[in-house]
């Protein structure tokens, strides 16, 4: 029973081309999250979203948008990949609200950019 | 499913000692980490410990590791407002990829 899943675990593409990584979660969570880790093992929030309200770090460059096609899935869409989108990208789910204390994380997708 | 087990909810007093625990399955841990995770903010690294090590200590953080129970702690000594937060463990196994415990949110009281 996996309760968060990411597709794929591992990503290898080229500069310039648009990817995806779906996440599906089984727990009938409310809120979903995408991170990304940086090289000091630092996860960085990119976005939060639950049924009504997006929330996007404004960090994160417009080439990375979220999808969410119902409730149990929330995908990250990435364009014109660059060499430093390289990282490991975790999704992450949340019963109630943004940030409650039970955040259940996938298995990480490694993403190289070549 | 998860491998990763933390209790959710800890509360002490100020200038207590809390001490969080975590219990992993997978026996090809090489580092342990704890993370801190503040309201809205992404998870910033406490602290890591490699599996040959029984213990670390690092300013007000001790990390315990029992290998053959598979139990990690974090003990934060005189534990402050500013602790306040949820703790993530995690295990790091083959291919470098990190496995996330469900977090231990601390409180602290004045």
Redesign the interface.
């Known amino acids: 029973d996996t309760a968060v899943s990411q597709t794929p675990k591992y990503l290898v593409t080229q500069m310039g081309n648009d990817k995806s990584i779906k996440c599906e979660q089984n727990l009938g969570h409310d809120t979903m999250y995408w991170y990304k880790q940086d090289s000091k093992k630092f996860l960085k929030i990119m976005f939060s979203y639950n049924n009504k309200e997006l929330i996007i770090n404004e960090t994160v460059p417009n080439r990375f948008s979220p999808k969410s096609p119902d409730k149990a899935h929330l995908n990250l869409h990435i364009n014109s990949l660059e060499l430093g989108d390289s990282a490991v990208y975790f999704c992450a789910s949340s019963p109630t609200g943004l940030f409650s204390y039970e955040q259940y994380f996938g298995p990480g997708t490694r993403l190289t950019v070549t | ?2 491998d990763v087990e933390q209790s ?2 800890l509360s002490v007093r100020e200038g207590d000692s809390s001490v969080i625990n975590c219990t992993y399955t997978d026996s090809s841990s090489t580092y342990l ?1 704890w ?1 801190k ?1 503040e ?7 406490l602290t890591y410990i490699f599996s040959n090590m029984d213990m670390k200590q690092d300013q007000r953080l001790t990390v315990l590791l029992n290998k053959k129970d598979k139990h990690l702690s974090l003990r934060i000594a005189d534990t402050q407002t500013g602790d306040s937060a ?1 703790y ?1 463990c995690a295990h790091e196994a083959a ?1 470098n ?4 415990g ?4 601390l409180m602290v009281k004045p």
Do not use: D
């Open positions: 499913g998860e959710l909810f980490y993370y995770q309201p809205g903010a992404g998870l910033q690294l949820i993530f291919g990829m990190l496995t996330f469900g977090g231990t949110r």
